[in-house]
Every structure is written in C-alpha cells, then in structure tokens.
C-alpha cells in the first residue's frame, strides 16, 4: 500500500513537470484612438521610427562602397 501511494506521488510530480505555467494577468490601458494623448503618442513614436530609420541608411549607405572590395 506504501509503495503504491509513493509511486502514485512520484508520478503526479513528474507529470505536473509538463503541466503548462498558468499566465500572468496583464492589465492594459485603452487609450481611444481619438483622443489628443493617442495622436500625440502616435506621433511621437512615428518620428522617432523615422529617425531611428534614418540614422541605419545612412549608416549602410557609408558601408556600402566597402561591401565587396577585395584587398
């Protein structure tokens, strides 16, 4: 009778090894699409895109002429 309760256990425990993780509850704010907090956001990040775009053009551009070249 011990043995079966303590392989019933040792199976239990090593099948909850497998069991998915429950998910962390993530709380979101819902910001509505109209307001001037979104707009302003939006457009913050969209010139910070661009900028960030910008600057690894030109920085392929200048390593562009010494793609290639064999020495």
């Known amino acids: ?3 079966t309760v303590l392989v019933l256990a040792a199976t239990i ?7 998915p993780a429950p998910r962390q509850s993530i709380s979101r704010t ?3 699409a109209d307001s001037d907090e979104y707009a302003a956001q939006l457009d ?4 910070e895109a661009e900028e960030r ?11 562009i002429e010494t ?3 064999s020495n």
């Open 13 to 19: 425990a090593s099948a909850s090894a497998f069991a």
């Open 1 to 3: 009778m011990y043995k």
């Open 30 to 32: 819902v910001v509505r």
């Open 44 to 47: 913050k990040m969209q010139k």
């Open 67 to 69: 793609v290639g070249q």
């Open 53 to 63: 775009l910008d600057d690894k053009v030109e920085e392929l551009m200048k390593n």
